[in-house]
């Protein structure tokens, strides 16, 4: 579902191809429906997965670049009128990932439309929404393919799609699933979400990805900016620096000191900044631009790695303060008395703000935690939580 959302991070990249056509399935009263869909087939022979060897080093190395594909029905095994129905957006990478997590499951995916953009980037920038969720349905004809009216949607787009909001307008009740896109199977068959399964983990093969997709972004972007200042010789030197400051804080991001990306990052340049001082100290006169030149160099590849880190993992969320102060914008609060511990804030929240107390109200007990990306604020159905920042500006102008 959240195809590596993506967080979704599966991490297989085995491909997808899809087969259109229609499909016919029975009702419970002996009448066939037909609507089309497109059949997932895995892919076979090395000849297959050598072409299509490109399109996925791109995908990985320029992650940040939508890569959409065509919002569809998918029919995965051979979905019958009870079949689980999942959501996904359409960006290939996920698609491909989530297809390949299900294959051996018999249910449909729908790929919403979503500017093919992954799972977290879409709701939260508000590409995929409840609009999204109401065109795949409608184009796509899925309720009259199936008996029942559930829809299992990736739990990292809880930031852009209300569940009340989405049934009060389609008549169809979401549950969001796993995070993890190879989770899914288990859920489904489980039909439970435990902890592991609701929490953006950020393991290191994920982090090694996001790596190269930020090398592959920064390099593209930055590589021109010094090379204009010192020739165009520079140019696989800084894209070195930038492979090494990504992959350092990457493999680093937990136990490097320091509050924010930039402060880390800071802390992986210093090596580079005492050898060339050394070399100020102890070389001669030419040293000089030699060591300026390479300062620079070193502190704004550190710096663009630093500040691009935190958009890569749902659980370092861009924003200045955060980047810079390690701060977040939002200043929660659960507001008791109009909580009715229903624990939706609990089951989206990417990290693990929330804990229920005796009377099972919910609190806000890791506000440390909180990487202020709003879900549980747009999912709670009785607006408990708020947003204390807000609240006090609001009271000291009711006051002033
Ligand atoms: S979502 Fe709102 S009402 Fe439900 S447990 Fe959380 S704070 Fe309480
Ligand atoms: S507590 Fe913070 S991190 Fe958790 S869902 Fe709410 S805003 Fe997001």
């Given at each position: 579902m959240n195809g590596a959302g993506e967080a979704v991070q599966s991490t297989d990249t085995s491909d997808a191809r899809s087969r259109s056509g229609t499909v016919t399935v029975p009702s419970s009263n002996g009448a066939a429906t037909a609507a089309r869909a497109e059949r997932y087939e895995p892919a076979r022979g090395i000849l297959s997965r050598v072409l299509e060897l490109p399109k996925r080093l791109f995908q990985v190395a320029f992650r940040v670049v939508p890569y959409p594909t065509r919002p569809r029905l998918i029919r995965i095994g051979s979905p019958g009128r009870r079949s689980p129905v999942l959501v996904t957006t359409n960006y290939d990478l996920t698609v491909r990932r989530v297809c390949r997590a299900l294959s051996g499951i018999d249910c449909w995916l729908l790929v919403a439309?979503?500017?093919?953009?992954d799972v977290w980037c879409a709701a939260s920038g508000g590409r995929f929404s409840i609009e999204s969720v109401i065109s795949i349905l409608k184009t796509t004809r899925i309720g009259e393919l199936v008996d029942h009216r559930r829809l299992i949607l990736p739990e990292l787009c809880a930031t852009g799609i209300n569940l009340f909001e989405l049934r009060r307008r389609t008549g169809w009740a979401g549950v969001f699933g796993p995070v993890e896109a190879a989770d899914v199977p288990e859920y489904l068959r489980t039909r439970r979400k435990p902890q592991a399964m609701m929490r953006v983990s950020f393991d290191r093969k994920q982090r090694l990805e996001m790596a190269a997709a930020m090398w592959g972004s920064l390099s593209l972007r930055y590589t021109l900016f010094p090379c204009l200042a010192f020739g165009w010789r520079i140019a696989p030197w800084f894209v070195l620096l930038l492979a090494l400051f990504c992959s350092g804080i990457a493999l680093g991001c937990f136990v490097l000191p320091g509050k924010t990306f930039v402060q880390k990052a800071g802390v992986l340049a210093l090596p580079g900044v005492a050898g060339l001082i050394a070399v100020l100290a102890f070389g001669g006169r030419p040293e000089l631009l030699f060591v300026l030149k390479w300062t620079l160099l070193l502190g704004l590849a550190a710096f663009l790695s630093g500040t691009a880190f935190p958009s890569y993992s749902p659980l370092w969320p861009c924003g200045y303060s955060k980047l810079f102060y390690?701060?977040?914008d939002l200043k929660l609060a659960v507001l008791e008395e109009r909580c009715?511990?229903?624990k939706l804030c609990d089951l989206v929240?990417?990290?693990?703000c929330f804990a229920a107390s005796e009377d099972r109200k919910m609190l806000f007990v890791n506000p440390d935690l909180c990487v202020g990306c709003g879900a549980c604020v747009i999912q709670c159905p009785t607006e408990a939580i708020v947003n204390q920042v807000a609240e006090d500006h609001r009271l000291q102008t009711a006051c002033g």
């Open positions: 439309p979503a500017a093919g953009v390690g701060a977040c009715i511990g229903c929240c990417p990290v693990d």
